[in-house]
Antibody
Framework: QVQLVQSGAEVKKPGASVKVSCKAS????????IQWVRQAPGQRLEWMGW????????KYSQRFQDRVTIIRDTSASTSYMVLSSLKSEDTALYYC????????????????WGQGTMVTVSS | YELTQPPSVSVSLGQTANITCSGD??????ASWYQQQPGQSPVLVIH???KRPSGIPERFSGSNSGNTATLTITGTQAMDEADYYC?????????FGGGTQLTVL
């Protein structure tokens, strides 16, 4: 079945970086973009960026533009999200999600979500 | 670009719930809706304004016109109590609404 499986929980100190992985299965990885979304405890969903699974093109939220990098490894059907210069406010559940529509032909929703990766930033 | 949702909506069991999402000329964009149960990942319930993914009950429907998209749940069940988020795109960036907590009385 189509699924996204994310890496396990992380605990980091302020100023450090974190790398979260999202492994896709059950579909052709290069046919779909992967989104990265985070949710602080008790807060709203917050979009961070996306990567095109085929050409590797990325788009980042202006809020994270200078601290986030999203990459992919097509041979492993995996996307990675790196967030640097971590602050306590970055403590959140980080999700990856897959577009409904192939090749970003339509600005659509996201119908496959990972289980989330908890990142805790604490000194 | 911002999407505005009411923080909370209450509905009686079996009645119709309407959750709104407002944004400038939102009707000219596609709107999607997600349901999120406590401790769970979001689930897409409506995309491209009104389309239901497979497995989503028919009681979920959507519309989008002018500046407002609406998620309607007809014959609301206790299991529908959850947070609901609207989402759209603006200049290749993804925008989420602030979320609405639906309470089923």
């Amino acid at each position: 079945q189509v699924q996204l499986v994310q890496s396990g929980a992380e605990v980091k100190k302020p100023g450090a970086s974190v790398k979260v992985s999202c492994k896709a299965s059950g579909y052709i990885f290069t046919n779909y973009a992967i989104q990265w979304v985070r949710q602080a405890p008790g807060q709203r969903l917050e979009w961070m960026g996306w990567i095109n699974g085929d050409n590797g093109k990325t788009k980042y939220s202006q809020r994270f533009q200078d601290r986030v990098t999203i990459i992919r490894d097509t041979s492993a059907s995996t996307s990675y999200m790196v967030l640097s210069s971590l602050k306590s406010e970055d403590t959140a559940l980080y999700y990856c999600a897959r577009d409904v529509t192939v090749h970003q032909q339509v600005h659509d929703g996201f119908n496959v979500w990972g289980q989330g990766t908890m990142v805790t930033v604490s000194s | 670009y911002e999407l505005t949702q009411p923080p909370s909506v209450s509905v009686s069991l079996g009645q119709t719930a309407n959750i709104t999402c407002s944004g400038d000329k939102l009707g000219q964009k596609y709107a999607s809706w997600y349901q999120q149960q406590p401790g769970q990942s979001p689930v897409l319930v409506i995309h491209q304004d009104y389309k239901r993914p497979s497995g989503i009950p028919e009681r979920f429907s959507g519309s989008n016109s002018g500046n407002t998209a609406t998620l309607t749940i007809t014959g609301t069940q206790a299991m529908d109590e959850a947070d609901y988020y609207c989402q759209t795109w603006d200049d290749s960036a993804v925008i989420f609404g602030g979320g609405t907590q639906l309470t089923v009385l």
